[in-house]
């Protein structure tokens, strides 16, 4: 979101809530409405709530009729976060946490000359997000980070479509519940559903959900998970810093409903879980009760996130074994990647098709043929997480070189069409492998 610097003041006040009319007006900066602009977005992106807002700005009759040019007046809201910009050597640092980040931590419109330089010519609505991560000689911990953004959008939620990207949430959640109760990947769940049982095992419901983003196999994955395990509190979305995130309604919602299930997704029924004995685990059954989620979220879509908290989950799914064990997902214990991790990253590393255009565009800038497939022989591996829907094509990847200490993410978005992406993987491929972004063109990139 572009704040105008009358906004500054609410970047750098303290977090009271305003609680009445003349609090707020006693602290507030003005917005100014931007197309595309919804009332919740500005809310989310200043740290406030809906309420908080309209109490400031008793003028507005009814918040869907925002126009851009509007002047909304914002208040310092007990959701507010410090944003005061850092110097460029602390911005490149890795904090505590480098899987969390605030979007005064992103540099916004940076990649726009970049990519400009490289012949890009952005699609409609396009957004786009690297993370560019470095980590120490012995690869333990992460040593450096840095955000570069098009278009001041990477923290948006409002205004695109973020599809079946969002995908990955529900399974990182359902896999976090599942380690929890001691069950591993041959585990078969069972769905006791009104008009009868259906019955998975959890590579194929994986597999069918993750890789081929299956929409009811996505929607089994949330009621897996619990809908407040997923969305509540001290679910997996929040403790993963993913504070605008929140899965609600069912995908595929008429198959969904013709099966003969609600289109929201609070409910879950009773679920038996079998694991027999394998390897380090023993043999199980438990029968999961059926469960109504109470978390309440400000999303009134099937599904709400930003490309900044897409960019997050797989940071953190992909470098578990380089964070400190407060802010690693919890899936097993140490920082080894136990059974279950690994077969959610399974899921990730490969395409769809022989015939993918982003993943060849990748492939093709950052992999020599003999090379595919194979990270012993040191090229560039891939992990990717796509989505498409209403015309809105999304992409997720984590990409790095076994020989390298430099690790990438990259989150994009554009409109219209499923080839709306290829020319953007074409030459961000090619930035990251000259790794235009951090000055070291043409220079070695760090490695052993």
């Not at 126009?67 to 809201?77: D, E, F, S, T």
């Not at 380090?280 to 009134?300: D, F």
């Not at 080839?419 to 074409?426: E, G, K, M, P």
Request: aromatic fraction near 8%; hydrophobic fraction near 35%.
């Amino acid at each position: 979101m572009r704040w105008t610097q009358v906004l500054m003041p609410i970047l750098v006040m303290g977090a009271v809530a305003a609680t009445t009319i003349a609090d707020a007006q006693a602290q507030v900066a003005e917005y100014v409405v931007q197309p595309g602009d919804s009332l919740w977005g500005i809310a989310r992106q200043a740290g406030c709530s809906q309420n908080e807002i309209l109490l400031a700005n008793p003028q507005f009759k009814d918040p869907k009729r925002l126009r851009p040019g509007m002047r909304i007046r914002v208040p310092a809201c007990s959701g507010s976060q410090p944003a005061t910009p850092r110097p460029a050597a602390a911005r490149g640092a890795a904090p505590r946490d480098p899987c969390n980040w605030r979007p005064a931590d992103i540099r916004t419109g940076s990649l726009d000359p970049l990519m400009r330089e490289l012949g890009f010519r952005p699609p409609e609505k396009f957004r786009a997000l690297v993370v560019r991560l470095e980590l120490s000689p012995d690869r333990s911990r992460v040593v450096g980070r840095q955000l570069y953004d098009y278009g001041g959008l990477a923290a948006r939620v409002d205004g695109w479509n973020p599809a079946s990207t969002i995908k990955l949430y529900a399974a990182v959640s359902a896999i976090e519940r599942l380690d929890r109760l001691g069950y591993g990947p041959d585990t078969t769940v069972t769905f006791h559903y009104p008009r009868g049982d259906k019955t998975f095992t959890l590579e194929k419901l994986f597999e069918d959900a993750v890789h081929w983003s299956n929409n009811l196999a996505h929607n089994r994955m949330v009621q897996l998970a619990g809908f407040d395990q997923l969305n509540g509190p001290n679910g997996t979305l929040k403790r993963a810093g993913l504070h605008q995130s929140a899965i609600m309604r069912a995908y595929a919602s008429g198959d969904w409903v013709a099966e003969g299930h609600a289109k929201s997704l609070r409910a879950a029924p009773r679920i038996t879980l079998r694991q027999p004995s394998s390897g380090r685990y023993k043999a199980r059954k438990n029968t999961l009760p059926a469960s109504e989620g109470k978390a309440q979220t400000e999303c009134r879509n099937a599904a709400c996130t930003s490309i900044s908290d897409l960019g997050k989950m797989m940071c953190r799914l992909m470098l578990h074994e380089q964070l400190p064990a407060a802010h690693r997902l919890q899936l097993g214990k140490g920082a080894t990647q136990g059974p279950m991790l690994a077969f959610l990253r399974q899921r990730l590393n490969r395409a769809r098709s022989a015939s993918d255009p982003i993943w060849r565009a990748l492939e093709s800038r950052l992999v020599p043929e003999s090379q595919r497939g194979k990270p012993e022989k040191g090229g560039y591996q891939l992990f990717r997480k796509s989505g498409f829907s209403q015309d809105w094509k999304s992409d997720n990847f984590y990409i790095y070189q076994p020989h390298s200490r430099v690790r990438w993410i990259v989150v994009m978005a554009a409109y219209p069409g499923p080839r709306s992406l290829d020319q953007a993987a074409d030459v961000i491929a090619r930035i990251i492998k000259e790794d235009r972004v951090s000055g070291r063109q043409g220079k070695r990139t760090p490695r052993e």
